[in-house]
């Protein structure tokens, strides 16, 4: 965070030294596939995922270890595993059909909203990082920036 600026989105929480954080947008993650896959190889409980593919993220291994032993099924082997190297790879593959994702809520409520991917299960969820506003100390007491965040707060919370 070394340029200036006025308000940084990231993920935290982090300790940035000279800046005031504030989250303002929590995250949770999930299971999620194409309306194609689960037409092909239904998914009718967390036991089924043994016939599919799960995509993973290398930047993310823990993801599906931990959503699997939440689910009550720890000890579950897919069929195949698919690591790419970033989540946004891994949820293009599950639009493209080719397997199950983990999602991040908030990221693919459109892709949720407009039928591309389904959530298969109605839970569970996993927590993931929020999103924190980073503002240099400088520019806290500032009235446009305090009202940007407070608009980022309540769109948020909207959502």
Known sequence: LADPFDVAIRG??????????????????MPVCSPGL???????????LRHHTLLHAATLPE?????LRAAGVPD??????????????TLQAALDGLGVAMGPERL?????????????FAGPSLPARSYYTYVPEARADDPT?????AWLTEAAHEA
């Open 12 to 29: 935290g929480p982090q300790t940035r030294p000279g800046h005031v954080a504030q989250p303002f947008l929590t995250e949770r993650r």
């Open 38 to 48: 689960l037409q092909r190889l239904p998914l009718r409980d967390p036991q089924a």
């Open 63 to 67: 993801v599906w270890p931990l959503w």
């Open 76 to 89: 579950l082997v897919p069929q195949a595993s698919v690591t790419l190297e970033h989540f946004y790879l």
């Open 108 to 120: 693919i409520a459109d892709d949720l909203g407009a039928g591309r991917l389904i959530r298969p």
């Open 145 to 149: 920036v305090r009202a940007f965040c």
